[in-house]
Nanobody, 134 residues
Framework: DVQLQASGGGLVQAGGSLRVSCAAS????????????IGWFRQAPGKEREGVSC????????WYADSVKGRFTISSDNAKNTVYLEMNSLQPEDTAVYYC???????????????????????WGQGTQVTVSS
């Protein structure tokens, strides 16, 4: 199955910006990067995992959680099999481990998965830590 590696996390002050990356590799069964949609999720200690944003690299469709809408921007570099999440106006409540995941689900189903936190997804990587200080 496809493997995803999240990177680029770090420490940033409130109001600052950070870009995290999700690199995909190991495609099988005739799939390519463009056959997947990529979702970003985050989980803070003691809190449930929540969907943050997702993108369909093949056509550019995007979705954002209400909590990040207008502050975060998701994009893809298809030549590099990589999805980025540009996070602006960061707030302490954005502090979490950020994970990315790959889906072949229809778009409408993917949005439902994003809003429910992808509880049935089993291919998580280690994620990347984002810490926003006050």
């Amino acid at each position: 199955d496809v493997q995803l590696q999240a990177s680029g996390g770090g420490l940033v002050q409130a109001g600052g910006s950070l870009r995290v990356s999700c690199a995909a590799s190991g495609f099988t069964s005739g799939f390519t990067f463009e056959d997947y949609s990529i979702g970003w999720f985050r989980q803070a200690p003691g809190k449930e995992r929540e969907g943050v944003s997702c993108i369909s690299p093949s056509d550019g469709d995007t979705w954002y959680a209400d909590s990040v809408k207008g502050r975060f921007t998701i994009s893809s570099d298809n030549a590099k099999n990589t999805v980025y999440l540009e996070m602006n106006s960061l707030q302490p409540e954005d502090t979490a481990v950020y994970y990315c995941a790959a889906f072949t689900s229809p778009w409408a189903r993917l949005i439902a998965i994003m809003t429910m936190g992808a509880g049935q997804y089993n291919n998580w990587g280690q994620g990347t830590q984002v810490t926003v200080s006050s």
